[in-house]
């Protein structure tokens, strides 16, 4: 059975940095198109980033510069760090698995940046 | 960046059929995904490639897409279908592109 669960999420003030996890089971992570979607307070989904199973990463303009997509092959599991966080990086972070569609999601785990 | 539109909301009474359509340049030549949201609860596949379900998503669930706009279509409305609906393709300058999300209210 495919899992996916986030941690990581937390409270943390404006400029700091945060690492969110996602422990996979059921598939493995390298073999598979991993992506962050968000969704702020009340409102829709948001693509953040992927990484490609050969590697190769992309990201929203929102967070480009700013936030790293990575991945443990040893441990299955997929890393977001996000650095110089901001107000607007509020919101429920989920990963998922899928190259054109996300096949399946994790429960999410909820990043508030405020002072 | 492509652009996907849904209406923001959309009413049915139980029993009824709910259309929600999303909106998008020559949509017809790209691959739809629709997902269904509860409150408080992560996404779910529910049609995909335009109208495949996955296995456990209820036959009254089905998908069409041509010209600019793609259709998810509910028929039999029950009441545990309120939910958010977000359409979503691929697009080669934003990988996932997701719908502003349509609520579904049961009257």
Known sequence: EVQLVETGGGLIQPGGSLRLSCAASGFTVSSNYMSWVRQAPGKGLEWVSVIYSGGSTYYADSVKGRFTISRDNSKNTLYLQMNSLRAEDTAVYYCARGQWLAEYWGQGTLVTVSS | SYVLTQPPSVSVAPGKTARITCG???????????????????????????SDRPSGIPERFSGSNSGNTATLTISRVEAGDEADYYCQVWDSSSDWVFGGGTKLTVL
Not at chain 2, 30 to 46: D, E, F, I, R, T
């Open chain 2, 24 to 50: 998008g340049n020559n949509i017809g030549s790209k691959s739809v995904h629709w997902y269904q949201q509860k409150p408080g609860q992560a996404p779910v596949l529910v049609i995909y490639y335009d």
